[in-house]
């Protein structure tokens, strides 16, 4: 009896999977039709639209950007993003994912071959990877060690709490194997002996503002620190990371929103000026980490000639202040 309870179980299971892979499947062929004829049509077309109310809103990327076809679902209520990306080719389920208000991924990404079969998940809140065959991937258990190490590393410089709280493991920026020139991606069914390891962690600053690339480090293949080659961590004009950061963890004092007012107090038009975004990047001359919000802005001379030219304003994320704001160089 409890044989037959099981397989039927299973069965269930793997019924219910597959329906849900084909539900899936069916539910957006209809908006990858439509979307195909106008992306071919128009391939310069980043994204699209295809839903918008109170709700929900439905976008569709532009598959020629990145070789997949990605709806994102939003819910304007929640804040969050359901996410599926298909093979361009066969058009079958390759990843789904949630997205969070912040930029970081909510639970498990789940992965999938060619075939819309499962083959492993990730979850950057735990900063893990599952495949469901190992046997399938034998470089796990060399990485499952190296990662453990560079997770140390983090550690060490950052401190637990920021670490659990505010860093987290990107794998789909991580690799294998590592040149110049030549990356493997980390899930890599390939048997690869004398191997480097690229690992690359986001930070995030604030509730709504995620840094990626942030921490990178890069083992040789006898599991040494390419200290030359990685970044977020080592000693910057004599001054440890570790040291300027450890003591001010619970400081973060400005959200990118503040700093924007500021910005206008200081000058930023809002008019004349677009915003080129956010940075968080070590600053040499002031020896600390800042906050860099970059704009770009068209002024008007006396001789009614317009001119372009591009303006960063720094604030310290530390303590909230505003520190300077500088013209830089098109270059």
Known sequence: ???ILIILCFTIFLFGNIYSQKHLVSKHKKIIEKCDSIFTKNRSLLSLIITKNDSIQIEVVNPNFNNYIQIEEKNLRTKTTRGFRYYKTSKSIKEEYILKEDGTYKGDIKVYDTYGNYIY?????LGTWSPKDIINYPNYNNQSVIKRIADSIVVSQYGKKFFDENIFWNMERSSLYYTKNNYIPWATTDKIDKTYYLFTYDIKYTNIDLFKNKIRLIFDSNLNLIENDSLGFRSCEGIKFSKDIKSKIKQYKI?????????ISKGYNLEACDSLGFDFNWNPRKKKYVLEFHTRCINVDKQNESYDYREVFIFDPFTGSF???KEVSEN
Do not use: D, F, L, P
């Open 323 to 325: 520190i300077e704001q």
């Open 121 to 125: 998940k990730w979850n950057q809140q």
């Open 255 to 263: 959200t990118s929103n503040e700093a924007i007012k500021i910005a």
């Open 1 to 3: 009896m409890r044989k």
